[in-house]
Antibody
Framework: EVQLQQSGAELVKPGASVKLSCKTS????????MSWLKQMPGQNIEWIGNIYGGNGGTGYNQKFKGKATLTVDKSSSTAYMDLSSLTSEDSAVYFCAKIFFNYGSYWYFDFWGPGTMVTVSS | DVVLTQTPSTLSATIGQSVSISCRSSQSLLDSAGNTYLYWYLQRPGQSPQLLIYLVSNLGSGVPNRFSGSGSGTDFTLKISGVEAEDLGVYYC?????????FGAGTKLELK
């Protein structure tokens, strides 16, 4: 059974950084991409970026370059996202989502983590 | 970035009623290979989103066949043929033809 277990809620001060984790099980981590997404309270979902479990190769939404840094640890089948220079605009729920990829032509987010709430407040 | 406009923003339905949600894109979602990367996700209250439809009209694994997707180019529709209580939540369309991937603002389905 595929599981994505995300780290617990964070309360951080403005200007600080935070590292979120997404520990996976039930599939071969290095064979799949992982995405990170942001959902502000009651609002739209934004795609932050993708990372490949095999080699850590990344692709980012330009909006989040410099804000988010995606990494992986293959040995523990865990994906990480660092968020830097936090402001109130970064207060949101952050999801990791595994990508199913059909080499024929299509892909989709097939499993999502439960989300990590980040609150930026002094 | 591609803007996806969903209508309505809120939808009230009775159990058994059929409903439709529209998703209109600011650009064509047909790519050069002939694929249209338009998806529908449902986010139930307090839960993570889950896949309903991929590539406009393909049902995700385990998704009931009362859900159907249609459309092309810039206009897409999700139809629920006979709403059930478990269908309540917020529906999002998402496109991945053009980077960055973007989502619609969501349509909240509630009981009348």
């Amino acid at each position: 059974e595929v599981q994505l277990q995300q780290s617990g809620a964070e309360l951080v001060k403005p200007g600080a950084s935070v590292k979120l984790s997404c520990k996976t099980s039930g599939y071969t981590f290095s064979n799949y991409y992982m995405s990170w997404l942001k959902q502000m309270p009651g609002q739209n979902i934004e795609w932050i970026g993708n990372i490949y479990g095999g080699n850590g190769g990344t692709g980012y939404n330009q909006k989040f370059k410099g804000k988010a840094t995606l990494t992986v640890d293959k040995s523990s089948s865990t994906a990480y996202m660092d968020l830097s220079s936090l402001t109130s605009e970064d207060s949101a729920v952050y999801f990791c989502a595994k990508i199913f990829f059909n080499y024929g032509s299509y892909w989709y987010f097939d499993f999502w983590g439960p989300g990590t709430m980040v609150t930026v407040s002094s | 970035d591609v803007v996806l406009t969903q209508t309505p923003s809120t939808l009230s339905a009775t159990i058994g009623q059929s409903v439709s949600i529209s998703c209109r894109s600011s650009q064509s979602l047909l790519d050069s290979a002939g694929n249209t990367y338009l998806y529908w996700y449902l986010q139930r209250p307090g839960q993570s989103p889950q896949l309903l439809i991929y590539l406009v009209s393909n049902l995700g694994s385990g998704v009931p066949n009362r859900f159907s997707g249609s459309g092309s180019g810039t206009d897409f529709t999700l139809k629920i043929s006979g709403v059930e209580a478990e269908d309540l939540g917020v529906y999002y369309c998402m496109q991945a033809t053009h980077a960055p991937y973007t989502f619609g603002a969501g349509t909240k389905l509630e009981l009348k």
